[in-house]
């Protein structure tokens, strides 16, 4: 009965400290710049993006800060919408693809991976509850343009004001609520995101979003560690 009952405590506590230390993924998404030709047409205090690292530094920054304090066993990976980047390389006239792909080499922590369509980032996403040997996401942030319906990967990118290349609320019932683990973290850092798409976001992977009720402020980030601010009269919400 002793042997029995000590083999049963056992069990059960090697589960646990498995399931402890299980191996998740921490999804960090950063869509792209407008380029620079259809910035100029803005008035000058419309202007969002006017340096092409928007997305790319405060991502950075924020991944920084989750290798420091997530769990042991937790992975990084950073999906970045790739077109963008290519558009704006020529009024840059700097290489912007080979300049994305130095942070990883610089923290070798973050594993980079490009996508160019919606399908493309749904499938990694969908795959976790297989195609990355078992690995479930434990923490989603997205950095980029958005409204209150979608986020934009590309706007102002390839047509002046709008997007070709988006993630849709109407999109998110095709992600599986089985890639996430129960308590995993999400947050858009992009503009309108509380306003509706947290809630579809709830509704399609059973996780809370935290996002912007208004404008969020992605200017003169230097003089707050390269953290993402909010404009005058917004507010994080969680839904």
């Excluded at 937790?74 to 290519?86: F, S």
């Excluded at 009024?91 to 973050?110: C, D, G, M, R, W």
Aim: hydrophobic share 35%; net charge positive.
């Amino acid at each position: 009965m002793t042997r029995l009952l000590f083999s049963t405590i056992f069990l059960l506590t090697c589960g646990l400290a498995t399931q402890a230390t299980a191996d998740t993924e921490y999804l960090v998404v950063s869509g792209g710049p407008a380029v620079r030709q259809f910035e100029d047409l803005r008035r000058p205090g419309e202007q969002h993006d006017r340096w092409w690292g928007n997305f790319v530094r405060t991502a950075r920054v924020r991944m920084q800060e989750i290798q420091a304090t997530a769990p042991a066993g937790t992975h990084i990976t950073w999906l970045v919408y790739r077109d963008a980047y290519v558009r704006r390389s020529a009024a840059e006239h700097q290489p912007l693809t080979q300049n994305v792909e130095s942070v990883p080499k610089a923290y070798p922590f973050i594993n980079l991976v490009w996508f160019r369509s919606t399908e493309e980032l749904i499938h990694y996403i969908n795959q976790g509850a297989s195609g990355r040997s078992g690995l479930k996401i434990s923490g989603f942030e997205y950095f980029g343009h958005s409204n209150k319906y979608s986020f934009m990967f590309d706007y102002s990118s390839d047509v002046y004001a709008t997007s070709t290349a988006w993630l849709h609320e109407h999109d998110l019932g095709k992600l599986s609520r089985w890639a996430f683990t129960s308590k995993a973290y999400c947050q858009s850092w992009g503009c309108h995101t509380a306003e509706s798409f947290s809630k579809a976001w709830k509704r399609a992977t059973g996780t809370f979003m935290v996002g912007a009720q208004g404008k969020t402020d992605y200017s003169d980030m230097h003089l707050r560690d390269w953290h993402v601010g909010l404009s005058s009269g917004a507010r994080w919400v969680k839904r």
